[in-house]
């Protein structure tokens, strides 16, 4: 598809997100300012990043390290990443200073090996964490289970890792099955903010749910960030 055609395309696509992420506020009565777009550039190519970064989003999210590295180094300094998969704890060390967040704590010792690699690598800079929870508990998906989270995260207090700031949860919805999304969404709402009150911490305050399929369900359901790739870059082509 020539370069033109691809940046249109994505164009309209970003647009018809952004205006749906308002709509949606508008029904749960939020304001559309509280909902962070992190467009999801797995697995798309640098060309497509620059191209969307170039129509304003500075937001992405990367579920795999190798991948990311072929994109970051290449977008300005304001552009934001999220480390939104599962990672293992051996590649912690290519967190600091490329990523702003990461989405998917669910070890102790995971969060110990980014406090070490953010003391390592000298950054001044604070890496925002969300636990992810596998609220609908299935097998085929990581993260603690709900009952887990309270327990793991008053460890991760008592440990007081350097370089990490605990800014709230994470979590996938229950694929087809829209009523299980939405109990779910509203579970882990209710839990992040049970934390955050229990806990006395202010900044636990973010909500990562929902992707293409649901994210307006989340929306509704509270999410402060929604995870969007394929309605935004389209279906890639194999």
């Not at 797995?42 to 970064?53: F, H, P, Y």
């Not at 110990?112 to 953010?118: N, P, W």
């Not at 829209?178 to 636990?204: G, H, I, M």
Request: proline letters at 3%; hydrophobic letters at 40%; one cysteine or more.
């Amino acid at each position: 598809m020539p370069e033109a055609s691809v940046e249109n395309l994505l164009q309209k696509n970003l647009q018809d997100v952004q205006h749906n992420i308002q709509r949606c506020a508008k029904v749960a009565g939020r304001e559309g300012s509280e909902i962070r777009l992190i467009a999801v550039s797995k697995t798309r190519t640098l060309e497509e990043v620059k191209a969307l970064a170039g129509l304003g989003q500075q937001v992405f999210g990367e579920n795999q390290v190798q991948d990311a590295m072929t994109k970051i180094p290449y977008l300005g300094q304001h552009t934001e990443w999220h480390f939104i998969g599962h990672l293992q704890s051996k590649k912690a060390g290519k967190i600091p200073g490329h990523f702003q967040w990461v989405h998917s704590v669910d070890s102790i010792k995971l969060a110990k090996k980014l406090s070490s690699a953010m003391f390592a690598s000298n950054q001044d800079a604070v890496l925002n964490c969300l636990i992810q929870v596998n609220i609908s508990g299935e097998a085929t998906k990581f993260g603690l289970l709900p009952e887990q989270v309270k327990p793991f995260l008053q460890q991760l207090l008592q440990l007081n890792l350097a370089g990490l700031k605990w800014r709230g949860l994470m979590t996938i919805g229950v694929k087809a099955d829209e009523n299980r999304t939405q109990q779910a969404f509203k579970q882990l709402r209710r839990l992040q903010q049970s934390c955050r009150d229990e806990y006395s911490l202010p900044e636990f305050d973010q909500l990562s749910m929902g992707m293409s399929s649901d994210y307006c369900l989340a929306i509704e359901q509270g999410a402060t960030m929604v995870r969007v790739g394929t309605s935004i870059f389209g279906v890639r082509e194999s």
